[in-house]
C-alpha cells in the first residue's frame, strides 16, 4: 500500500515541480522580450537557469540525471532544496509584476511541499530511481523498436533511390 501511494506522491511532486520549473522560465523570457531593466537581465537568466535546472531534474533524461547528481547534488538534500527554491522564488519576486509574485508564492509552496515529502518518505529517492530506471528501459526498447523498424524498411526498400 505505501509503495503505491509513494508512486503517486512522487508523479504528483514531478509534475509539480514541472510546473513551477516552466512556469519560472515562461516568466523569465516574457521578462526579455518585454525589454526590461538592464538591471534584471542577470536575475531573468539565473531564474531562467534555475527553471532548466529544475525541469532537467525531473525529467529524469538519464544523461542529465548523472550530471545533476555530480554537480548539483544539494538538490537531493530537503534543507537545501527547500533553500534553493526560496532563493529562486526570491528572484522571482524581486521582477516586480503580477506574473512573477504568483510564480514566486508557487516557488514557496512547492517549496514547503518538497520537503515535507523528502522528510516524510525516506525511500523516495530509491522509489524514484526505481521509477528512472523503468523509464530508461521502455524508452530503450521503443528506441530498439525504432530502429529494427528503420532497418526493415531500408533493406526491404526499392533499390532505384537515387540520393
Do not use: H
Amino acid at each position: 500500500m505505501e509503495k503505491e501511494q509513494l508512486r503517486g506522491v512522487i508523479l504528483f511532486m514531478r509534475l509539480l515541480n514541472l510546473g513551477v520549473s516552466i512556469a519560472v522560465i515562461a516568466c523569465c523570457v516574457v521578462l526579455f522580450v518585454g525589454i526590461p531593466n538592464p538591471t534584471y537581465w542577470v536575475l531573468g537568466f539565473y531564474g531562467a537557469c534555475g527553471g532548466c535546472l529544475i525541469c532537467c531534474l525531473e525529467t529524469q533524461i538519464k544523461f542529465f540525471r548523472t550530471i545533476i547528481a555530480l554537480n548539483f547534488g544539494f538538490l537531493f538534500n530537503p534543507m537545501f532544496r527547500f533553500m534553493y527554491y526560496i532563493l529562486l522564488a526570491s528572484v522571482m519576486a524581486s521582477f516586480n509584476n503580477l506574473f512573477a509574485r504568483i510564480v514566486a508564492g508557487c516557488l514557496v509552496g512547492t517549496a514547503f511541499y518538497n520537503t515535507f515529502v523528502l522528510i516524510r518518505y525516506p525511500a523516495y529517492r530509491m522509489m524514484r530511481d526505481e521509477i528512472a530506471k523503468e523509464e530508461d528501459k521502455r524508452i530503450e526498447a521503443k528506441l530498439r523498436e525504432q530502429v529494427r523498424k528503420e532497418a526493415m524498411t531500408a533493406m526491404f526498400s526499392n533499390g532505384s533511390r537515387v540520393d
